[in-house]
């Protein structure tokens, strides 16, 4: 039996973990009021006090202005580089991820065009940070970055997440930062508590689709729970069906690439999964 369904948006992060923003302050803002809490200066100390004064010339180069990206909100964090001197930074830590995990770091920058600097990704343990990844400032406009990586910490580690800014020579430069995030992808240390089926019991036509897709399933069981996922790894949508064929409307959604994953429901047993291009 064929059944038309609207599939409802579903936060997947209270079942996994996923699609979880880990930073608590990314935008340096609270209903449009200043706010650097969770964000320490290169000297080590908590961004609050420098935040509340605003004071021009602070030794650890660090100010917030009304200069945001396109997207909107009031506030951006400066690290201004000065020549020949250390790099200007704002750090923020996420404990708590013990295991193997997949992250998405999203940053907005500006670079003026007399600093070099970015988005550092390290990982912080037993006193001392090691990079994993970096994103460059290059743009003299407001301009998005992302970058995926793959971290694996031990109990003790902490995740580091550093803005910079340095200059060379007598010269000095601003980099801005906005809309700071760092999302918990999936986890491969939760996932790997999922049983696979050996075949693949679910077919998806047609794809590339245009409008909408119908996903088969080939499998007696009463419940399935299907999950689909945007090109980043984020859970966008889901559904709970004892139908086994299924149609999804896809209209809304912008051309791409798409995943999706089907279990059966009480034994979490993934039974199929693949990719969707909409076209």
């Not at 000095?172 to 999936?186: A, K």
Request: charged share 15%; hydrophobic share 35%; with cysteine.
């Amino acid at each position: 039996m064929k059944h038309l369904l609207s599939i409802f948006p579903f936060l997947l992060c209270s079942v996994f973990g996923f699609g979880q923003n880990l930073i608590t302050n990314s935008t340096f803002e609270s209903n449009g009021q200043l706010n650097c809490a969770s964000w320490y200066d290169a000297c080590h100390q908590e961004l609050t006090y420098l935040c509340d004064t605003l004071l021009p010339g602070n030794p650890c180069d660090i100010a917030f202005y009304k200069d945001t990206p396109p997207t909107g909100g009031v506030w951006s964090l400066g690290a201004t580089g000065i020549g020949n001197g250390f790099p200007a930074t704002a750090s923020t830590y996420i404990a708590g991820q013990n295991g193997t995990h997949h992250y998405l770091l999203n940053v907005w920058m500006k670079d003026d065009g007399q600093a070099f600097g970015g988005t550092n990704i390290a990982i912080r343990s037993k006193g001392n940070s090691v990079i994993q990844k970096t994103i460059p400032a290059d743009s003299p406009n407001w301009a998005f970055y992302s970058v995926k990586d793959t971290l694996t910490l031990l109990p003790t580690d902490s995740i580091q997440i550093t803005l910079s800014a340095f200059a060379a020579g007598p010269s000095f430069g601003n980099i801005y930062f906005d809309q700071v995030e760092f999302i918990l992808l999936d986890s491969l240390s939760a996932l790997s508590d999922i049983n696979h089926h050996p075949i693949n019991l679910v077919s998806v036509y047609p794809n590339p689709a245009k409008e909408y897709i119908t996903l088969t399933i080939q499998d007696q069981n009463t419940d399935h729970t299907i999950y689909l996922y945007d090109v980043t790894g984020q859970p966008i949508q889901t559904l709970i069906t004892s139908d086994q064929s299924i149609v999804v409307d896809m209209k809304d959604r912008e051309g791409g690439l798409y995943f999706y994953r089907v279990e059966r429901t009480k034994e979490r047993l993934v039974i199929g999964d693949g990719k969707i291009i909409v076209e």
